[in-house]
């Protein structure tokens, strides 16, 4: 696989001297979907910031494509059209009077023509189905409404990788699960995805490719179930198992009814251990 993305013991201060990174080395791989687990105040969001240059390392560095991010006007407009970032609040990306202009800011900032931006504006919009709210003002839609329309900034962009922040954040269950969709089919379609979140019941759903980060630090990388089965880093991050490995969990403990092959994690998971269990 080809990276990407790369931070080389990235390390971050505030002005009044508050370490919020502590040398975190991290990779990601061009067409992953990738997911950064973590309570608020971990460092999430401030990672991600470096990523396309809105925060600049107090040490270590930031590499797109092997090369490292330098902060001149010209270099830092060709990082942001590489790597896309959604905020986890989207009335902090949704400014203009109408939708479709706000979807065509980022592709008219890269000197595009006039129609070339119109019609990447409208084909973002088609993506993620809000072409019928184009000519709306954007404080007057739903909350799910102007995440999808955040995305579609970054979509008309065309980059190379998209990062949200919390994506889910302050959405009802349906309107998560259609984000989420939303993602996994543009991560199937190609683009390189990675997505910050608290939600240990969302993350084995979409990504089997996990960073934990406590403290500003990556304390562990891997599968959902190299994450989920091991109690330290589940103490360290203050993490419990999502809600149908805590099923099982119940059934091992109480029950007596052990599952050598972990805990499963998602409902497909379940019914394929509970069909194997039923079928013996």
């Known amino acids: 696989m080809t990276t990407i993305l790369e931070t080389k013991d990235l390390t971050f201060k505030y002005p009044d001297g508050t370490e919020a990174l502590k040398g975190i080395n991290f990779k990601l791989e061009e067409g992953t979907m990738v997911a950064l687990l973590g309570h608020n105040g971990a460092g999430k969001s401030t990672f991600f910031l470096h990523f396309n240059g809105i925060n600049e390392a107090t040490s270590g560095s930031v590499e797109i494509e092997g090369k490292p991010l330098k902060y001149d006007k ?37 000197g595009l023509p006039e129609d070339e931006v119109r019609q990447r504006a409208l084909d973002a919009l088609e993506k993620v189905g809000m072409s019928h709210v184009a000519n709306k003002a954007p404080h007057h839609l739903s909350g799910g409404q102007k995440k999808r329309v955040a995305i579609a900034g970054i979509l008309a962009m065309k980059p190379k990788v998209m990062v949200l922040d919390e994506p889910t954040s302050g959405l009802d269950p349906n309107g998560a699960s259609s984000i989420m969709q939303l993602l996994y089919d543009l991560n199937a379609e190609g683009m390189t995805i990675m997505i910050s979140t ?5 993350v084995p759903l979409y990504s089997d490719n996990l960073h934990v980060i406590v403290g500003g630090q990556i304390i562990k990388s891997g599968t959902c179930k190299d994450i989920f089965s091991d109690p330290e880093v589940m103490e360290e991050a203050d993490l419990r198992l999502p809600w149908i490995g805590q099923l099982f969990e119940k059934f091992d403990k109480e029950d007596g009814i052990v599952f050598e092959e972990g805990y499963p994690l998602t409902v497909g998971d379940a019914h394929d251990a509970l069909l194997k269990r039923i079928t013996k």
Do not use: C, W, Y
């Open 74 to 110: 010209k270099s830092l407009l060709e990082a942001r059209q590489k790597i896309g970032i959604v905020f986890q609040n989207p009335d902090d990306q949704l400014f203009a009077p109408t939708v479709l202009e706000d979807v065509a800011f980022g592709p008219m900032n890269m």
């Open 198 to 202: 608290h939600d240990v019941d969302l």
